[in-house]
């Protein structure tokens, strides 16, 4: 399952940029703080990169496209106008996209909030949404990983063994299934 991101956004990502290697990234009051590796050395440099958060998103499919979009104070966000902003933009509007919110709880705690496509509105609980935005706040560089996941629906969590930075497999979407209606057809 590949991924494009704008900027790579998960904990201890190792991307090649010019002259450094990126080796950690955190956010931190909606600025993504880097630490880097310069090659002709043996040992770690800390140097700090402070990219404003409104540049990085990523696309991913999940079995429809999304955009996530890592952010902070996501329960106070406009998700609607916002969502429906980025849904209609010139580079989704013919297929259309839907469009996650992702603040990080914990380092394996998330909470998402989707505007849905087709739907065009928020919704409670998006699966193929809740399962892109895990996938995009991995929390180990490869192997296992397990995020737990918050939307205004309940709680859910996926499992998934991340490859590498663009393949994953393994992918486990979990959570409480309720009785919500019973009824019955006369034919």
């Known amino acids: 399952?590949?991924?494009?991101?704008?900027?790579?956004?998960?904990?201890?990502?190792?991307?090649?940029?010019?002259?450094?290697?990126?080796s950690k990234l955190n956010f931190i009051n909606h600025i993504l703080h880097s630490?880097?590796?310069?090659?002709?050395?043996?040992?770690?440099?800390?140097?700090?990169?402070?990219?404003i958060l409104k540049k990085i998103y990523f696309i991913l499919n999940t079995g429809s496209p999304h955009y996530v979009k890592p952010t902070a104070e996501v329960k106070e966000m406009d998700i609607v106008s916002i969502g429906?902003?980025?849904?209609?933009?010139?580079?989704?509007?013919?297929?259309?996209?839907?469009?996650?919110f992702v603040e990080e709880l914990a380092p394996d705690e998330i909470f998402v909030r989707t505007y849905e496509r087709g739907v065009e509105d928020e919704t409670l609980s998006c699966g193929t949404g809740v399962t892109a935005s895990a996938l995009v706040s991995a929390h180990n560089d490869y192997g296992f990983n397990r995020v737990e996941v918050h939307t205004p629906g309940g709680r859910l969590s996926v499992e998934f063994d991340k490859m590498d930075d663009d393949h994953y497999k393994n992918i486990w979407l979990s959570g409480p299934a309720d009785m919500v209606y019973k009824g019955e057809i006369l034919v």
């Open 1 to 22: 399952m590949a991924r494009q991101s704008s900027a790579k956004a998960s904990t201890a990502v190792r991307i090649r940029s010019g002259p450094l290697f990126l």
């Open 35 to 51: 630490h880097f590796l310069r090659p002709e050395y043996n040992s770690f440099e800390r140097w700090i990169l402070i990219i």
């Open 84 to 100: 429906r902003d980025i849904r209609n933009s010139h580079r989704f509007a013919k297929e259309g996209i839907n469009v996650n």
